[in-house]
């Protein structure tokens, strides 16, 4: 059974940083590339960052760049979101999601629950 668990959200002032970790199981997480997406109130999921099986490739959006660093453990199953600088347009739910195969744009097949971060001003 795949599982995905986001954790690590929570409140933070703006300039601030958090980090959120996906723990992982019931799939070969080496080979998997994974992502964060958040979706906030009233919006549209958006892509936040993806990072190949490797973790030799990454890929950001443009609202995060500079600001958000993702990582993977690969021995532990765990995937990361560092998130610095923080901003009250950040608040958001942040969503960690898997796939097999394609390019870190492409669709992903599984999808945790996701984890609040809510930034104020």
């Not at 490739?57 to 690969?74: E, H, L, Q």
């Not at 998130?83 to 969503?95: H, T």
Request: charged share 20%; aromatic share 14%; glycine share 14%.
């Amino acid at each position: 059974q795949v599982q995905l668990f986001e954790s690590g959200g929570g409140s933070v002032q703006a300039g601030g940083s958090l980090r959120v970790s996906c723990e992982t199981s019931g799939f070969n997480f080496g080979i998997y590339r994974m992502a964060w997406f958040r979706q906030a109130p009233g919006e549209e999921r958006a892509f936040v960052a993806g990072i190949s099986w490797k973790g030799g490739a990454t890929r950001y959006g443009d609202s995060v760049k500079g600001r958000f660093t993702i990582s993977r453990d690969n021995s532990k199953n765990v995937a990361y979101l560092q998130m610095d600088s923080l901003k009250p347009e950040d608040s958001a739910v942040y969503y960690c999601a898997a796939a097999r195969y394609g390019s870190l744009a492409e669709p992903y097949q599984y999808w945790g629950k996701g984890t609040q971060v809510s930034v104020s001003s």
